[in-house]
């Protein structure tokens, strides 16, 4: 399987080493930082790269970073990085995917040389723009989206170069809390260094690089070998966004995902041009959609490196909503467009794997961005669960992340003790789950309010377009946003007075296989359990008030 | 069996009644004592630590029955399947705790207890490529023989969330007053207790703590000692406020080392019998393990029946006893 010459055992016990080494990162980050974010939702990941710039192991928080990582450490090795050098990155047009998700790379250097690249990314709270929180719905450039770092080196030579430091804090709200952040990103990085430099002093640096080389070649060889049981054949699909936060105008995504062999290639040909509003998604977002249900169709097991993404072509129409041209507008394009992606891939691919695609997921994040412009202010974010599909071994989930992220929800106390907000509702939404054999997971229902002046930003999806049913499933329900009781459209901005209530809908997940062959026991635990049945919580037909608290609201 | 036709091994249990068939209790399940039996590592006259009649036919009628239901040829096939399937979940459990955490366990001993572990602990070390088992005398016991052992210690701890710079030095000794009293409380001779102080504290801001110790609560201090941790920890200090979140005290009262003399009897030979290795029975050498001298040597095949246990050693691995009475096996077909 390998050419390497390593035996089996070591190689087993350095790659857990690889991935424990990425997993630490991800803690010492999780564990310095100041944001809830980032230590409460842990929207951050963490991955080790061999010296020749592959990805080895990845502590794999969030999906839509995987493809992400290797564009930033691609686009760094391209400044000839030093031994102490951090750089910082977040610019969407060279190795960042949207801007509050910022990126330090440095290279990790043993006896003098390079052996590794330690890379962290986090999705910072507030990186400046036009709106608190940097999520703005309405931006139609990325300057208004906020500050923009090409590969900039924020540590060089082992010390923090101060006056970076002050320009970037002198340009986001909350600069306090970002220097933490910041300090503790760089904490990572440095611990990746002290840990692979005593990997090496313990194994040597030719076995180390053999290892590299290994954990590689295995990867690459169990996804070759997943491929060639998978049909060869062209295969299709087509959906769409709502709008792109300056029109309601649907922005059609197209894939045809051809599997030949031992190798796919995915072809977006007939995907939208770029588009006005915010949607635009840099080449990364579609890289890492594609990598995410790559690994769900093939097994999970498989550590995700740089060997699963060889036999693997993305092809994007240059210009197009995934590969724009600057200045474009992108903050949405990270959070919705990989969403819908991620959808439209799975689809084409349900007529080659159906045993192992379930039904749409709620197909958006939820981004929902509290914070005010007064002196040293908060930046309130957070993404929003809701119905995962069915799946074709049983129901969806109720209430999670689907798709491209995989955050924690922020805990209502720590929410309540961080930020001048309340919650005033978090429950599961009932009947919005698709039916069919098995059900399609719950959307929430989670209602804040406000309790300073304020602005608010809506970056939503699946308002209008209901995620989708498979093998005769029904479709899930559509989300709604509400501001004190009144719909607003998926992406919206507003300036709000103190004792508003901003209420979020999210999306259940579609339902898989006929609903006639649901067990009727599944159904009975469903009404038991009050997810079907009882009150009817969908867009137009509701009955319950936003400030109703309820006693099962932990989702 | 399982519904996708696979011999599982656990995790439900027989537990002590009815228990394992071979007890005599009405218990027909087989379980991984049967195969034992079976195997011939448990002997037809072991009492088990008390004064069970071991029924051997049971065990043999029980694993009949799953070689039926299992397709295999006879209870000796169903005893190899079972004790090689509750080994494979064993060496996957030590795994997830070496391997999987980065820990290569050719480098570790294995250490065996309960009354079973050493029967199942040489083959595990063969699959893990593990050279070395040792044995503790008191390997059934093991966990209530540490408790005896260790330390008499108390903690107590009470939230006290305030930023270091504003804590009334007061209010936090009154609150050290109410923990020190609480930990003393149940030791009998409080005057032996050695007391501490500790401060869970962070930068304001984080969710994680630092445990550091205070002496007399004085603000700079904790301060300083915080940064020295968090920097020890993480690599790095900042400037910003430090914040006390929890109040920590401890007593501990030392206890003298167990004096655990060990002597041995002559002649620990009790016979031989039939027991599987190697696909297939072989004359093994048993001894009763209470009767081996400090410094004995032994070489496998062979078992040590033990009032707690028993000892399988497999062929190629030796055997020795320490001063206190553990036993260390060590394979032998390697440098």
Known sequence: MTTSEIDPVTLEVVRNQFESLAEEMGQVLIRGAYSPNIKEREDCSTALFDSAGRLVAQAEHIPVHLGAMPEAVDTVRDYDPEPGDVYVLNDPFEGGTHLPDVTMVSPISVGGEIAGYAVSRAHHADVGGMTPGSMPAGAREVFQEGLRLPPTRLVAGGDVVEDVMDLLLANVRSPGERRADLRAQIAANDRAEERLRALVADHGRDEIDAAFDA???????????????????????????????????????????????????????????????????????????????????????????????????????????????????????????????????????????????????????????????????????????????????????????????????????????????????????????????????????????????????????????????????ADGATGENRIDGEPVPAKTIRDVTAGTTVSVRTPGGGGHGPPEERDPDARAADEADGKVGGTDDVPGGTTDTDDATNADGDA | MDDGGALRVGPGSAGAEPGPACYGRGGTEPTVTDANVVLGYIGPDASLGGDLELDVDAAHDALAALADEAGLDDALAAARGVYRVANANMTRAVRRVTVERGHDPRRFALVAFGGAGPMHAGALAADLDVDTVVVPRACGVLSAYGLLAADEKHDAARTHQVALAEADPDAVAAVYDDLVGDVLADIADPDAASVTRAADCRYAGQSFEQTVSVSEFDPDTVAERFHAAHESAHGYRLDDPVEVVTLRASATVERDPLDVAYAGRDDPVTGTREAFFDGAYRETTVYDREALAPGAELGGPAVLDGRESTVVVPPVWTGRVTPDGTVVLERGDRE
């Open chain 1, 215 to 473: 954990v590689v070649d295995y990867s690459r060889e169990r996804v070759r070998a997943e491929l060639r049981d998978l049909p060869d054949g062209t295969y299709r699909a087509r959906d769409a966004l709502e709008g792109d936060g300056i029109t309601d105008d649907d922005v059609p995504i197209e894939v045809a995902v051809t599997v030949d062999g031992e190798s796919v290639t995915v072809d977006f040909a007939g995907t939208a041009e770029q588009v006005a509003g915010n949607v635009n998604a840099p080449l990364a977002v579609a890289k890492s959609a594609v990598y995410f249900v790559l690994r769900c169709v093939t097994d999970p097991e498989i550590p995700p490196n740089q060997g699963c993404y060889d036999p693997v072509t993305i092809d994007v129409p240059d210009g197009s909503l995934l590969d724009p041209d600057p200045p474009a507008a992108v903050v949405g394009g990270n959070v919705e467009t990989s969403q819908r992606v991620t959808d439209v891939v799975f689809a084409a691919l349900a007529d080659a794997v159906p045993e192992r695609v379930p039904a749409g997921g709620q197909g958006t994040m939820n981004n929902l961005t509290i914070g005010d412009r007064t002196g040293d202010g908060f930046a309130y974010y957070e993404t929003i669960g809701g119905g995962s599909g069915a799946r074709p071994q049983g129901d969806g989930l109720d209430g999670v992340q689907v798709g491209m992220t995989n955050t924690l929800n922020t805990p209502v106390e720590a929410l309540e003790n961080e930020y001048p907000l309340r919650v005033e509702k978090y429950a599961f939404r009932p009947n919005s789950g698709g039916d069919g054999e098995h059900r399609g997971g719950l959307g929430v229902v989670r209602s804040v309010t406000v309790q300073t002046d304020a602005t608010v930003s809506l970056l939503t999806e699946r308002r209008r377009h209901a995620p989708r049913g498979l093998a005769g499933g």
